[in-house]
């Protein structure tokens, strides 16, 4: 019997647009390992984007939990987690990455359960560490020894997973391709919609609920396509999530009160694939920072992404023909935990900038990706905003640490509370026992 050679494991529990640029570690790690099967771990609204990569894992297993949205672990965390790792079986993996930009209690629990001799891991914020503790407690787990690869605040997530697989140099990513049939499917679904290849903006105005700061104002958007058909005769095509169909149907009545000629595409996860050749088909894309515009870029097309602070500079613009638009505040990589309620660095990119890079990338020619950086506060407006940041994120901190306080104190109680019971328990018995015995004195 031919004996299984150990695989490769990667947990990637981000949103859709890291799953998009995750796809450049797949074949990085596969040549470091050759012959051995690589599973990718995923969310699973996304698992059905990794079938898309130029170099798909061999396995995907579905991860039903978001790390991200759990604030303290429970009894009801532990059993969610245990489904998750009686897909995984110890022993069958000789290397472990958690390749998340930051990292989250599930790596180290996941490395502690598979026991692969190599654990990979991003840097695990502190406020994790209380949290991975108490789940080790209760799923009955011995902490593995993590190897953490360092990053830096200026580094892009591609040169990040470089890094991660340990691969010097810069390797291009491999390109992204439509099936034949697939792009047949989107020439028809255009045609439905009453739109032509090539003649049209695919713009994704809106992204992920759980970020809403970094969403440019609507109408901003709105002036953006209309000077588009006026100058070109583009249609528009929105794309979003099924879920955010109602939204993307009021936005194509604002368009089309403008006289913007527009429709409307609503995908679900198992359509990813006629979403990308819907991208491929269109003349450009205008986006915020979200997964479909990592998307268009994967699939070089060329368009505009509108940039926040949060996570700049880690998602910059990588693909031939892109132009991302940002206004630099001393308050960056507050990773959307904003000071002041609203993305006011989102707001201070104006319409004006965002059409010159439109104008630039439909007339070209632009081959590189460019971001343009627009100097929009003075000396005096950068000096308060850095301060008011820090002293908010400081305040952030403090209640992290208490937060941390009270984690730890309420491990201390539900152990001295087991203990007690089980002393409790030990007397019960002990009586029973003496009472039997002087029973049958």
Partial sequence: ??????????????????????ASLVPLLRAQQPGAKITLACRSEFAALALLYPDPPDRIVHVDINPYV????????????RLLLAQLEPGSFARFYSAELRSTWLGPIIA????????????????????????????GLRAARLQYVRSDATIHELARYRRLAGVDGDPAPLPWTVAPDIADVAIAQLASLGLEPARFVACFPFGSPSTLAKRWAGENFVRVLKGAQARWGFDTL???????????????????????????FAGEPYEFSVVAALLVASRAYLANDTGLAHLAQAHQIAGVTIYGGGTWPFYAP????????????????????????RAVCVERVDVEAVERALRDVVEGPLLAP????????????A??????????????????????AIWRLREVIERGLARAARRSQGHSRGN???????GNA
């Fill in 1 to 22: 019997m031919e004996e299984t050679q150990p695989g490769t494991l990667i947990l990637h529990a981000g949103g859709f647009g890291d799953l998009v640029l995750a």
């Fill in 70 to 81: 759990w604030a303290v672990p429970t009894n009801e965390l532990a059993t969610e987690t």
């Fill in 112 to 139: 502690a359960h598979v026991v692969a001799p190599e654990n990979i891991i991003s840097n695990l914020p502190v406020t994790e560490r209380a949290f991975i503790s108490s789940m080790l407690r209760r799923l």
């Fill in 238 to 264: 929105l794309l979003g999530a099924a879920a955010e169909r109602p939204y993307l149907d009021a936005f194509a009545a604002e368009l089309a009160e403008e006289g913007v000629t527009a429709a409307v």
């Fill in 318 to 341: 990588w693909g031939p023909q892109s132009i991302g638009v940002v206004a630099p505040l001393p308050c960056f990589q507050c990773y959307w935990d904003c000071a002041f309620g």
């Fill in 370 to 381: 460019r971001t343009d950086a627009l100097e929009r506060v003075t000396p005096a407006e």
């Fill in 383 to 404: 000096t308060l905003i850095a301060l008011a940041g820090n002293t908010y994120h400081q305040a952030q901190e403090d209640r992290s640490a208490r937060l941390r």
């Fill in 432 to 438: 029973d026992m003496r009472s039997g015995i002087d």
